[in-house]
């Protein structure tokens, strides 16, 4: 079991992402924006974050570098990126950043338990 937490603001993906990581055996925490997600990062301890590259207050890009320059052990949690709004542009970023997987949307729930599953070492 993970401590898996998701940075969405679409309630349909949320949704979707949150069944399909519970019906796993994650335990999930929801961030609607990115402001509140990088809160829960830095208070919590999780063990991966899934994180939609165009959320408010705080986007994607921005959430990584801020999580990359932490101190501890924040910096290096690792971030499945989901987005949909294209991932060419990204690709560089997310290969500085260390950012190994990411989904373009609509993704598939098979695909996103498969990578979450590679996290789940326990």
Known sequence: ??????????????????????????RITLA????????????????????DMRLPEIDGREFIGRVRMADGSVKSIPIVVLTGYGVRQHIDFFKRHGVRHYLAKPYDCDELAAIIR???TH
Do not use: P, W
């Not at 898996?4 to 603001?9: F, G, P, R, T």
């Not at 949150?18 to 796993?24: P, R, S, V």
């Not at 990088?38 to 063990?47: H, I, Q, S």
């Open 118 to 120: 590679a996290y789940d």
């Open 32 to 51: 609607d924006n990115g402001k509140s997600a990088l809160e829960a990062v830095v208070r919590e301890r999780f063990d991966l974050v899934l994180l």
């Open 1 to 26: 079991m993970l401590r898996i937490l998701l940075a969405e603001d679409d309630v349909n993906h949320a949704t979707l992402a949150c069944q399909t990581l519970e019906d796993e055996g994650h």
